[in-house]
Antibody, heavy 117, light 108 residues
Framework: QLQLQESGPGLVKSSETLSLTCTVS??????????WGWIRQPPGKGLEWIGS???????YYNPSLKSRVTISVDTSKNQFSLELNSVTAADTAVYYC?????????WGQGSLVTVSS | EIVMTQSPAILSVSPGERVTLSCRAS??????LAWYQQKPGQAPRLLIY???TRATGIPARFSGSGSGTEFTLTISSLQSEDFAVYFC??????????FGQGTKVEIK
């Protein structure tokens, strides 16, 4: 049974770097043939796609965030991570990791990250 | 970037009613359109992909239609557990993948 679990600090100071990890169980990031990625949702608002990768292929980022975002993979731990630098209050959101084939079929439960001044 | 526009923003309905939600794309996305349901405090759940294919475990009362720029999600007879926010997403031309702003289905 596939499970995705986000983890990381719930509070980040303004101008610093937000770091989250998604731990995957029930599938292998390196051999599944799916896209893996991150999506966020500010409190009470809609969904914003951050970026996705296909293992062994390219990593794609939202142009609106591209200059500040890095998605990386640790296949030894079956995890992938998100780094978002120079955060502001506008980056306060629930961050979800997801697996899909274009569409996002499977989601983690989400991790709320609050940016404080 | 393809802009997805959903209507209406809020829909007030009674249990048992038929519900139709709309999603429009700023340019053609062919059939690369997904619908998600989100309940408070939960992650979105995939309902429909490929504009009309139900995801695993999704009840038959949910159906999707449309192609190109106009899409519809229909719930044939609304159940109490269907009160939620519904989002559409295009994955035809990305990055970025883009979502509509959501339609909230609330109890009338």
């Amino acid at each position: 049974q596939l499970q995705l679990q986000e983890s990381g600090p719930g509070l980040v100071k303004s101008s610093e770097t937000l770091s989250l990890t998604c731990t995957v169980s029930g599938d292998s990031i390196s051999s599944s043939g799916y896209y893996w990625g991150w999506i966020r949702q500010p409190p009470g608002k809609g969904l914003e796609w951050i970026g996705s990768f296909y293992y062994g292929g390219n990593t794609y980022y939202n142009p609106s965030l591209k200059s500040r975002v890095t998605i990386s993979v640790d296949t030894s731990k079956n995890q992938f991570s998100l780094e978002l630098n120079s955060v502001t209050a506008a980056d306060t959101a629930v961050y979800y990791c997801a697996r899909g084939s274009g569409y996002d079929a499977n989601w983690g439960q989400g991790s709320l990250v609050t940016v404080s001044s | 970037e393809i802009v997805m526009t959903q209507s209406p923003a809020i829909l007030s309905v009674s249990p048992g009613e038929r519900v139709t939600l709309s999603c429009r794309a700023s340019q053609s996305v062919n059939n690369d359109l997904a619908w998600y349901q989100q309940k408070p405090g939960q992650a979105p759940r995939l309902l429909i992909y490929g504009a009309s294919t139900r995801a695993t475990g999704i009840p038959a009362r949910f159906s999707g239609s449309g192609s190109g720029t106009e899409f519809t999600l229909t719930i044939s007879s609304l159940q109490s557990e269907d009160f939620a926010v519904y989002f559409c997403q295009q994955y035809n031309d990305w990055p970025p993948k883009t979502f509509g702003q959501g339609t909230k289905v609330e109890i009338k």
